[in-house]
């Protein structure tokens, strides 16, 4: 009995063992970490594109550019705030040994993705801050007030410049207790 074939598309069952029905697997390449260190230290951010991250790449460069843009302005002006250059000055450093140690710890959670697939993606995607942090509206609101401080920082007006003056000693040390107290109360909080 001859039945016509209703589905063209399905292939026909062959009872021979050598026939795949699935077409063979291939892993995703490992990524080297030695690649992606050495492309951290020449530019910061492209080790991040060389494993994938071209958001986190691209906002360690951003961090970078815009550090470096409030050192020359700061810099340029008759008034130069020396506590401010020396304040933004020592973030380079930081930002840059963040990116090279960052791009060579991703490697191995980026491979892990790689072989597990979906399994390890909804584990690592959930603990990592900074993914959520320049994930939707929070990039958003990080560019705003980007655009406000490079808005305040060109115009120059006389509140902010003497805010600066009378505090300028006193931003930096504000700003690294508050870092502390907020990785200390995230640390608390993975820990219970």
Known sequence: M?????????????????????????????????VAGVLSFIVPGTGHFYLGLMQRGLFIMMLLIL????????????????????????????????????????TDNVNRRNELGEFAASLYDSEDPLQKLIKGT?????????????FLLSNKP?????????????????????AGLAMYVLDSRKNK
Do not use: C
Not at 2 to 19: A, G
Not at 138 to 150: E, M, Q, R
Not at 164 to 178: A, E, P
């Open 67 to 106: 550090d470096i843009f409030i050192i020359t302005s700061f810099t340029t002006r008759s008034d130069t705030s020396v506590p401010m250059v020396t304040l933004f000055a020592l973030f380079i450093p930081v930002i840059y040994f963040y990116n090279l140690f960052d791009a060579l710890q991703t």
């Open 2 to 34: 001859n039945l016509p074939k209703d589905n063209p598309h399905i292939p026909e069952y062959s009872p021979n063992p050598s026939f795949q029905h699935y077409p063979p697997y291939y892993s995703a390449p490992r990524k080297r970490k030695w």
């Open 158 to 178: 006389r509140w902010f410049t003497g805010l600066f003056d009378l505090m300028g000693s006193y931003v930096g040390s504000v700003i690294l207790v508050l």
């Open 138 to 150: 929070n990039l958003g609101v990080i560019l705003i007030a980007a655009g406000v401080l490079f």
